[in-house]
């Protein structure tokens, strides 16, 4: 098949998904994002998300094409670039040229409406760093945790860092931002969820000392470094922490939100036996 | 107290510690590494290791000062420097102007030799990326696995990039590099440890299975992308896997870890209370 060739950084199309890589406001207002990598752009293919432009190198065509058929398959538009203009829509250093638009994936949610029932959840607090925000998601879907709530000023989930790190969970996990943790603890007890601040506070109640098999649980992790806010740790009630050995705060966050995260599907690991 | 200030990046003191931060051979040949961060040095000089040379900026003099003061008063020669001398020095962008020069920790060993009594250790083989090492490190010391074995090629534990991931760690775990998978099960069998290799396998024994809590436990974690070597795996005996709802493979390296050094602990931490 033949594409046309797009070979300058200036070309229209190419400066608009430049765009979407650089600016969470132009995903926002667009309801777009850009997605780099061939394995990432299969999977947003592959999971259903509306791919509205692909953009290749030749050598991409050439090393991946097994991953850009799929893509190819449902992009309403493709076009082959140029290794500078590549360049341009790239966020790493050795790009693979491969790039697909898509629109937001129907799994993001603005704002928490409807509840779909889980046996659990996750709550993240203000997280800043998208590299942490996009292992915790992929460590949430490998755990069969598959709704998270993103409360108050965190960090997008679709920025090409988020991405990269969350190798497609993105797409697949049930995803809301909420501004209000009130609100969300209201929903949440609401559905018959008990609710649990993570702290790294030795005298707050032992994650292993809960038993998360039985009922619904939701656990509310903080920003990395000033934790959760005094709000919504009050609207938990309930306090829990990771017991350690070394000295505190010895955790980064995505290893504090691996533990609590496969805490939380211990027990259900368990009964499935 | 005044410090002699080096203007120039070909200062022969600046060359040879800049080279210890770009080469391995370097650190190995001398048994000197470069420390990077006014947390960092200060957690090195706590920590005890020998600091033959600090260097610092006016700047990080300024906004780093009771970082700077345990290392000062341990280093054998400290000097200030100009900002572009500490860009040489610096492995990122915006560097904090802090250095320090130390001998190896005299817990990082050269192939195993004796080995005091632990309850658990970590066996992590050719593990490539330092970041993940580093992580990993950071999180055996917080969770109380204190011995790790460093087994095949792994990557170098002092690299920059491995130290600033690991906050430290690095200098108060016990890690010792070991090229033979079949002398480090021979060493760890005679000491009456039972050997878990961990494998992506749904048909392995699921971690949630065994009681780590009775008798010793080493577990061995293979390479981000191949995973263990046939032969260290064969050397364990039992395979180990942690139960997965998404697809297979889809926790990263230092997830994964984390999840079976919380395991191999968490029945300790049960018997505290």
Redesign the interface.
């Known amino acids: 098949m033949d594409f046309p060739l797009i070979t300058s950084r200036k070309n229209p199309l190419v400066r608009a998904a430049a765009k979407l890589s650089s600016s969470a406001e132009e995903r926002l207002s667009r309801q777009e994002f850009l997605c780099e990598g061939a394995r990432l752009c299969e999977d947003a293919a592959r999971s259903g998300l509306a791919v509205e432009a692909c953009f290749f190198t030749q050598s991409a065509q050439q090393k991946y094409g097994a991953y850009l058929a799929p893509v190819l398959a449902c992009a309403k538009e493709a076009y082959r670039i140029e290794d500078h203009v590549a360049g341009l829509l790239s966020g790493t250093k050795s790009t693979q040229g491969v790039f697909c638009v898509c629109k937001w994936p129907g799994t993001l949610l603005t704002g928490v409406i409807g509840f779909a029932p889980a046996r659990s959840c996750l709550v993240l607090e203000n997280l800043q760093d998208p590299g942490n925000l996009g ?1 915790i998601l ?2 949430a ?4 945790v ?1 709704r998270v709530f993103l409360l108050g000023d965190c960090c997008d989930p679709l920025s090409p860092k988020a991405l990269r790190a969350s ?1 497609g ?1 993105v797409f ?1 996990v049930v995803l809301a931002r909420e501004p209000s943790a009130q609100h969300l603890a209201q929903m949440l007890r609401g559905h018959g969820f008990a609710l649990h601040a993570a702290v790294p506070d030795s005298g707050a109640r ?1 994650v ?1 000392e809960i038993d998360f098999a039985q009922g619904l649980h939701a656990v509310f992790i903080g920003n990395e470094g000033a934790g959760l806010t005094p709000e919504a740790c009050a609207l938990c009630g309930d306090r829990v922490t990771i ?5 505190a705060e ?3 966050a ?2 504090a939100a ?2 609590l995260l ?1 805490e939380l ?2 027990g259900a ?2 009964k ?2």
Not at 141 to 144: D, F, K, P, Q, T
Not at 243 to 247: E, F, K, L, S, W
Request: charged residues 25%; hydrophobic residues 40%.
């Open positions: 292992t992929r460590t879907e490998a755990l069969g598959s190798m969970a697949r032992r292993t017991p350690m050995a070394g000295r010895s955790l980064n995505a290893a691996t533990i496969w599907q211990r690991a368990g499935e036996e």
